[in-house]
């Protein structure tokens, strides 16, 4: 079945900085790529997907890229704000969904 | 719409006692997805169905756990007999269409805990 390995497990970057978080996959037949950001007692919520077809898209502050060769993936955020504290979870669906093991990220104001 | 609904939020029992947990999925969606989260594992996916139907099951931890989905608005999650690893949040989602490329929507939770 489907691997989805993430790093880091924690960040902390400084308000205003860049975050960077990788994931890798297994399965090459996966085709959607979601993050979700979990705030701390709250549910997961997806903030940006990324489709096999697409190298690259972005949303305001939050872009995700795709080496679909290298089986990776990974989630960029500029201009890091403390709103942006969380855990962060990236994802590899085929037909169901497998997780990685998150990354909780921290900036410091 | 209320989005995914779970009950009860909360649930503290006692070793050896039977535990069901309840989702309602967003009306429309075709499929239902239960996750586990503690922080050891993460989030692990134990099961879902697609239409009513389980799919696969393959992350169900053992015989204690059992899921079912009689109609397209409710499903079930249960342990039988609970012991104190079961300890965890409990996640259901549901999304539409065929994955994949659909979002999850998860529901708020259900927080367990088996003394």
């Known amino acids: 079945g489907e691997n989805v390995e993430q790093h880091p497990s924690t960040l902390s970057v400084q308000e205003g900085d860049s975050a960077v978080i990788k994931c890798t996959y297994s399965?090459?037949?996966?085709?959607?790529f979601p993050w979700y950001k979990q705030e701390l007692g709250k549910r997961p919520q997806l903030i940006i997907d990324?489709?096999?077809?697409?190298g690259e898209k972005k949303d305001q502050r939050i872009a995700v890229t795709l080496n679909k060769t290298a089986k990776h993936f990974s989630l960029h955020i500029t201009e890091t704000q403390p709103e942006d504290s969380a855990v962060y979870f990236c994802?590899?669906?085929?037909?169901?969904?497998?997780f990685g093991a998150g990354t909780r990220l921290t900036v410091k104001p | 719409d209320a989005g995914v609904i779970q009950s009860p939020r909360h649930e503290v029992t006692e070793m050896g006692q039977e535990v069901t947990l309840r989702c309602k999925p967003i009306s429309g969606h075709d499929y239902l997805f239960w996750y586990r989260q503690t922080m050891m594992r993460g989030l692990e996916l134990l099961i879902y169905?697609?239409?009513?139907?389980?799919?696969?099951d393959s992350g169900m931890p053992e015989d204690r756990f059992s899921a079912k989905m009689p109609n397209a608005s409710f499903s079930t999650l249960k342990i039988q007999p609970s012991e104190p690893r079961d300890s965890a949040v409990y996640f259901c989602a549901s999304s539409s269409g065929t994955p994949p490329g659909n979002e999850q929507f998860f529901g708020p939770g259900t927080r367990l805990t088996v003394l």
């Open positions: 169905f697609n239409n009513n139907v389980p799919i696969d």
């Open positions: 994802a590899a669906s085929k037909n169901d969904m497998r």
């Open positions: 399965d090459s037949a996966s085709n959607y």
């Open positions: 990324i489709r096999s077809n697409v």
